[in-house]
């Protein structure tokens, strides 16, 4: 990844200074934690959750909400924040247990799986606008937290690239629906070939009723 330099460089610093204002502002609590989820609004595939915990004086240049880089800038930073961050975790739920106790309540399964599988326990948890039921840890919900925090931002990356990368392993299984491209989200493509195909054995049945 090129390195900015001069103004373009202090104006990055700058906007990573910004995204640290509730690390700054809950910066009594010794272990922060960021969390995020990718994959709510799929039609296949599993849901994934992020939590990650990185160092206060924390540098990762272009680091932002995951929706805001491209598929290349995302890949690059999560080999950079698995390396720098104190202690990092994916939780996943799979599209059966999604239709069995639905999205929401598959997100938040999918949250407390990432954060206990941290080899550090957090004693504050930054999240994306929700409240996780069912978590002892104090909680801070931000609405849009993944672009105002640097801690969720790094969350949300480490959620998508996992999520992507597994629906890039479904595409191999499933290749008429185009999972490497559509990554399970209801394109033109893939409901043609849902209606086409009829689902496969990943597809969140709760969520594709009107299209077979």
């Known amino acids: 990844m090129r390195e900015?330099?001069?103004?373009?460089?202090q104006a990055e610093l700058d906007r990573l200074e910004q995204?640290?204002?509730y690390e700054?502002?809950?910066?009594?609590?010794?272990?922060?934690?960021g969390v995020d989820e990718a994959g709510r609004g799929p039609l296949a595939g599993p849901v994934a959750a992020g939590a990650v915990i990185l160092p206060a004086d924390v540098r990762i240049l272009y680091l932002n909400d995951s929706k805001k880089l491209s598929e290349k800038r995302r890949?690059?930073?999560y080999d950079e924040i698995t390396e720098k961050a104190v202690a990092w975790s994916v939780?996943?739920?799979?599209p059966e247990q999604i239709d069995r106790i639905n999205i929401l309540q598959a997100t938040y399964e999918a949250m407390r799986r990432a954060i206990s599988g941290l080899s550090v326990k957090p004693d504050l948890l930054l999240n994306?606008?929700?409240?996780?039921?069912?978590?002892?840890?104090?909680?801070?919900p931000i609405i849009t937290g993944d672009a105002k925090s640097l801690s969720i931002a790094a969350a949300s990356v480490i959620a998508k690239?996992?999520?992507?990368?597994?629906?890039?392993g479904y595409d191999e299984l499933y290749p008429e629906y185009g999972f490497a491209q559509n990554k399970g989200y209801g394109t033109a493509e893939h409901i043609r070939a849902i209606r086409e195909h009829g689902?496969?054995?990943?597809h969140r049945r709760t969520f594709i009723g009107s299209f077979v």
């Open 199 to 202: 689902p496969c054995p990943i």
């Open 19 to 21: 995204m640290k204002a």
């Open 161 to 168: 690239v996992t999520r992507d990368r597994m629906m890039r």
């Open 75 to 77: 890949e690059l930073l």
């Open 91 to 94: 939780g996943i739920v799979s």
């Open 24 to 33: 700054k502002q809950y910066g009594m609590f010794s272990c922060i934690c």
């Open 128 to 140: 994306d606008a929700v409240t996780i039921p069912g978590i002892s840890v104090k909680q801070v």
């Open 4 to 9: 900015l330099s001069g103004e373009k460089l």
